[in-house]
């Protein structure tokens, strides 16, 4: 078989993101990419990597974003060139803004084809912008022709390229790079040995001229600030906030605002039904300052008190951009609190009024029907023991409501579990009515779109499953809360490959035939009612349970609220669809 310079630096380039730390690679076919494929292939089977194949880049990319989400480690992709690159800038703009490492690698035409109407060929240097760390264009690896002397650094180094990569993927500023790989015939075939003669470039600089890191800045220093008491304080957490948020509340002696997607939605100090109180002047008109971890995106009320005038607000870093509301804001890296002085009455008496007001409101606001009291309908009791079995059979066959659905979905799940949030009015319903409750959650909310929610989570089984998750706990069931749009948006996400794991996920659907998030919007009330429900509401009427089974997923179609908790507590061993109903 003849040597081929491609096969060679592709094998070399995996086995060393392999020996650096990177666990899994999703791959989706083509020909220019074909060297890193096979590479990748012939990895799996030594076990030095998991390999996930999917047709579709974008699917792609989501799920290698899903992936680096739940383990913290990013993942490969790989593309071949033309719009097969192009398909990657959803969820590489996603992991931007979220902060989520990840490592794509586009395979390219030779440079020397651009802008001359090749085909498949177009201007992938630079195609992300400013939305990847780091990039480099790496030229293609080539034959050292025999009137040329070899150099060390005559041909693309791979150990050097990976650890540069690895490096900017996952430093302070973590998130996705690009390496952009030029590619030659012979595009596959046997590999050269390490000891063979080297791999250069005819008529190309080598690796130190390959490129330097788009839009490289210097780590800055950190920023640390204390906060003395005073002023009135309410802690902020976001998507992706973490613990960090919970704990600096409970030390500071504040009261925490959590979404329901930032992962601190427990503890004492938590306040539930957060929005009202912030609409309410006795609550959130007295705000003086508030401390914002992660990115809060689930309410109008946060973003209003954060640009009021007169409040303070600090902003902790965390992965992906900053929320930043005015100039005036203080962004920070580390933030410390003395604790409230507890001899000052005003000072408890602030949490304590925020996390009581807030719990009353969320007993007052339950959507749950009433099971009958077991007292009644005593032996000998007849006309107790009729009214008994209606009231019971009234709370069997209740129906589901959105807030039912969403609080089902978060009683069911537990630190085992992992909980994926889709961008639909599920997620706001949760947000306004959930519990605290310490659980994994994840959600796509740097850009707050629907893109990819199946491949993300798909992605976040995968890596949870296999061994990848952060702390290496025991690892249960993957749910999703989703509507129907947000579902069909990334139907090619339901496909997995023959022979592959099928994680344990089970997408949880609220299915109303169409967007009616828009319902609540102004434009419901002044549109035209027969343009907006064509643009905006958007009905479908797909079936379901075909989809489900054109794809090998199971599914269930439940209508009342004791079917739903019994299918999301045994939950199927593979992939399932549970849809649910919804009146528009």
């Keep these: 078989m003849t040597a081929s310079p491609a096969a060679t630096f592709a094998t070399r380039l995996v086995h060393a993101f392999a020996a650096l730390g990177v666990e899994h690679a999703v791959v989706s076919p083509g020909s220019r990419s074909q060297a890193l494929a096979l590479a990748l292939a012939e990895l799996e089977k030594q076990g030095r990597i998991r390999l996930h194949v999917r047709i579709d880049e974008r699917v792609a990319a989501f799920t290698a974003l899903g992936i680096a989400r739940e383990s913290g480690r990013p993942a490969l992709v790989v593309t071949t060139s033309g719009t097969a690159a192009a398909n990657l800038l959803p969820a590489v703009v996603e992991a931007h803004h979220s902060g989520v490492p990840m490592i794509v690698l586009t395979a390219d035409r030779p440079a020397r084809l651009r802008g001359t109407g090749s085909n498949q060929t177009t201007w992938q240097p630079g195609i992300f912008g400013r939305f990847v760390r780091a990039e480099r264009d790496v030229p293609a690896p080539m034959p050292v022709s025999v009137t040329v002397q070899a150099t060390p650094d005559a041909a693309p180094d791979a150990r050097e390229l990976a650890s540069f990569a690895f490096s900017a993927a996952t430093g302070v500023d973590s998130g996705p790079v690009h390496l952009n790989l030029q590619f030659v015939e012979p595009l596959s075939g046997s590999v050269q040995q390490e000891t063979d003669a080297p791999l250069g470039d005819h008529g190309q600089a080598g690796v130190g001229a390959v490129g330097e890191p788009a839009a490289s800045v210097e780590p800055a220093a950190s920023v640390a600030l204390h906060l003395g008491g005073g002023p009135r304080t309410v802690v902020i957490a976001g998507a992706d906030a973490g613990p960090a948020a919970n704990e600096f509340a409970l030390a500071a002696g504040w009261p925490l605002l959590a979404e329901v997607s930032s992962g601190a939605r427990f503890g004492p100090n938590l306040v539930p039904a957060y929005r009202d109180l912030l609409d309410h002047p006795e609550f959130g008109g ?9 990115h809060p995106t689930l309410s109008r009320q946060v973003p209003a008190l954060l640009q009021r005038d007169g409040v303070e607000v600090v902003v902790v870093r965390g992965p992906g951009e900053p929320v930043v509301p005015h100039p005036d804001a203080v962004v920070v890296d580390v933030v410390t609190a003395d604790p409230e002085d507890r001899s000052d009455r005003a000072a408890r008496a602030w949490t304590g009024q925020w996390v009581f007001a807030g719990r009353e409101l969320l007993e007052s606001g339950a959507d749950d029907v009433a099971a009958p009291l077991v007292e009644a309908g005593t032996a ?65 909310r740097g850009l707050a779109g629907i893109d990819g929610t199946i491949s993300t989570a798909v992605g976040i089984a995968l890596a949870s ?120």
């Excluded at 007295?286 to 992660?294: I, K, L, P, Q």
């Excluded at 609220?510 to 509401?537: H, K, M």
Aim: glycine share 12%; no cysteine.
């Design 380 to 444: 000998g009791d007849f006309a107790g023991q009729r009214e008994f079995a209606r009231a019971e059979l009234a709370a069997l066959r209740a129906p589901i409501s959105r807030r039912s659905l969403a609080l089902a979905v978060w009683r069911a799940s537990w630190p085992h579990d992992r909980l994926v949030l889709g961008a639909s009015r599920l997620i706001r319903e949760l947000d306004a009515a959930a519990p605290g409750k310490k659980i994994p959650v994840h959600s796509n």
């Design 465 to 584: 499953q296999s061994g990848g998750a952060r702390g290496g706990n025991r690892v249960g069931t993957t749910r999703v809360l989703l509507g129907d749009v947000t579902l069909l948006h990334d139907v090619g996400g339901l496909l997995l490959a023959p022979g592959e794991v099928r994680p344990r996920i089970q997408l949880v659907v609220g299915n109303d035939g169409g967007g009616t998030i828009f319902d609540g919007l102004e434009v419901a009330s002044t549109a035209d009612p027969d343009a907006f429900d064509r643009v905006l509401y958007t009905p479908h009427g797909v079936e379901l349970r075909s989809l489900a089974e054109a794809y090998g997923w199971e599914h269930r179609l439940v209508a009342y609220r004791s079917d739903l908790e019994s299918v999301l507590a045994s939950p199927a061993a593979g992939p399932s669809i549970v849809e649910v109903a919804l009146a528009r």
């Design 286 to 294: 007295r705000v003086e300052r508030a401390v914002v971890f992660g």
